[in-house]
């Protein structure tokens, strides 16, 4: 049964090229802000120390994680990373902090190829059960992965919820894995964010912008889509994006190129204006950067392989780039 969702779950990932990047090491990030309770705080420290025993891939693999992805490719989402799964620990029904069903690493960010950058807990149960306990308090949000099959065009996807793969015209399986994340370097929305649009900035010598200005429904979905067109300059594939053909020749890469050309020229203006502090100038080169990346997410539309493709896509492209508080919940 696990390992039919994990299945599921790398079908649902998809799969592109490994990229060649070349970023700084985030730097350490305290777990623990001052407004979640005590008890929370407690938990995140045991994760902190989760995250530095797994700092290293090395270490990952003596203790039996391994990549979802083939080794030849990477499952990576710029704004969630590559997953790395313990299938063993999928078994159990309760969350066990120091046990990470899933560990997350991004590359380009530090010595090693793969740098460790969250953790995430993962829990099989029937579908529709009630969300697993989790973390102290309120902050922490579990989200769904429900293996739907037969959907046209894609096969077998995972779903956030029995009601999205019913309107994706698919079969809902009887078993979801509930998933919690945990990060462990700089998040705009938090340690328990269900993505991280700070990645990609880290990836390309950036800093991150403050944490406020994320959460404005304008300026913080420019910032999304300048995370989401960043996370073009070097291979990132957004959800389900690496089931459109993107060889060489094909009419997708014909279309998108020049666009991820113009992204990486503008890389570099981007951090002198940040460096001058110019905030005026590092708006409209990002503004045109997103220009850039509209095209590219309207090529990936297009080159949808069926509705329920398209549905998807759409759907991720656009919780991907919205504050929390606006976004459906679309997932991993």
């Not at 005590?38 to 995250?51: C, G, I, N």
């Not at 560990?103 to 190829?113: E, H, K, N, T, V």
């Not at 293996?147 to 995972?158: A, W």
């Not at 459109?244 to 279309?255: C, E, G, R, V, Y």
Request: charged share 20%; proline share 9%; hydrophobic share 40%.
């Amino acid at each position: 049964m696990f390992r039919a969702i994990l299945a599921a779950t790398f079908v649902w990932a998809g799969c592109g090229a490994s990229p060649t990047i070349a970023g700084t090491a985030p730097a350490p990030v305290d777990l623990s802000p001052a407004s979640l309770a005590d008890s929370t705080r407690k938990q995140l420290d045991v994760a902190r120390a989760v995250a530095a025993r797994y700092a290293s891939p090395a270490a990952a693999r003596r203790d039996r994680y391994h990549r979802i992805a083939p080794p030849e490719l990477t499952d990576l989402n710029p704004v969630a990373g590559e997953h790395w799964i313990k299938e063993r620990l999928l078994r159990t029904r309760t969350l066990t902090i120091d046990q990470p069903q899933y560990l997350m690493y991004y590359p380009g960010l530090g010595a090693d190829s793969l740098t460790l950058v969250g953790l995430a807990y993962a829990v099989g149960i029937p579908a529709g059960s009630p969300q697993p306990d989790g973390f102290a308090g309120d902050d922490d949000h579990w989200h769904v992965h429900l293996p739907c099959t037969r959907v046209p065009g894609l096969g077998g996807i995972l779903a956030d919820s029995r009601e999205q793969c019913l309107m994706l015209n698919g079969q809902p399986g009887t078993m979801q894995i509930s998933m919690l994340h945990v990060w462990t370097v700089a998040s705009p929305d938090g340690p328990f964010a269900h993505y991280n649009p700070a990645l990609p900035y880290l990836v390309s010598g950036l800093a991150v912008p403050p944490d406020d200005e994320f959460q404005l429904p304008e300026r913080g979905r420019l910032l999304r889509e300048l995370a989401l067109a960043l996370g073009e300059t070097y291979g990132a594939v957004p959800r389900m994006g690496a089931r459109i053909a993107q060889q060489p020749d094909s009419l997708f890469a014909d279309l998108v190129r020049p666009q991820r050309e113009r992204l990486r020229a503008l890389v570099p203006a981007l951090r002198d204006a940040q460096q001058q502090g110019d905030t005026a100038q590092f708006t409209n080169i990002a503004l045109a950067a997103v220009r850039a990346w509209q095209t590219i997410r309207t090529a990936y539309l297009d080159a949808a392989v069926s509705p329920e493709h398209r549905s998807i896509l759409g759907r991720w492209f656009e919780d991907a780039s919205s504050p929390p508080t606006l976004r459906h919940h679309a997932h991993r």
